[in-house]
């Protein structure tokens, strides 16, 4: 049996098959909600739960971003998803919770991305960047000159794509940046430009070392 990963984007589903490649775990599969909402959520573990007799799973993930909701409220959202369908309450993230449905055993756990308790994935790229970052830095004198601040949620989405676009690309790979400017490529051809060793990334390291 396979473990199963539930993430936000295809961002996300990148970054996390490219962590595990690092840790030792049992083959699984990173499928991607397309967005978070409870409708998503609670849609796609319907779906899990209705093909588990012909696609029994192991364990099952549920990773999604901390943004700027506490624990508390994120692992509402989580369980008021899981309530309906499985009938099962996570007490706290990071922790599998052992289930039996139709004599199939499994198990459910959840992960919040974030950094010292909010942020997303974009948090944890401004972080464990490893080259200069002039383009991407001058952001915050920009940011500084508005009347109405852009949230740190899409302020840190703007760094990483300057970050990708213009501090690390070349010019020719700018002409074609929708192929050449992306996180997927970056993991893919520049991953010299993160820092994985960086304990940041410790705690959802720890997460997917759970799989093996």
């Excluded at 008021?80 to 007490?91: D, M, P």
């Amino acid at each position: 049996m396979k473990n199963i990963i539930l993430v936000e984007g295809k961002d996300d589903k990148s970054f996390i098959e490219y962590l595990i490649q690092g840790v030792e775990v049992k083959p699984l599969s990173v499928d991607v909600l397309e967005g978070l909402s409870k409708d998503a959520l609670t849609k796609r573990l319907d779906s899990l739960k209705t093909g588990l007799l012909k696609k029994p799973f192991e364990k099952l993930g549920i990773i999604i971003d901390q943004d700027s909701f506490t624990t508390a409220e994120r692992l509402a959202l989580v369980n008021e998803c899981l309530e309906g369908n499985f009938n099962v309450q996570l007490s706290n993230y990071q922790t599998f919770v052992n289930l039996e449905i139709d004599g199939i055993p499994f198990q459910i756990a959840c992960y919040f991305v974030n950094v010292n308790g909010e942020g997303e994935l974009e948090s944890l790229l401004t972080r464990i960047k490893t080259k200069s970052s002039p383009y991407a830095d001058c952001l915050q004198q920009w940011q500084n000159c508005l009347s109405e601040k852009v949230n740190q949620k899409e302020f840190d989405k703007l760094w990483v794509h300057y970050y990708l676009k213009y501090d690390t690309a070349t010019h020719q790979e700018r002409q074609q940046a929708v192929k050449y400017c992306t996180l997927e490529y970056s993991l893919q051809e520049k991953t010299s430009i993160w820092d994985f060793d960086s304990p940041v990334l410790d705690e959802l390291k720890g997460f997917l070392a759970l799989f093996n």
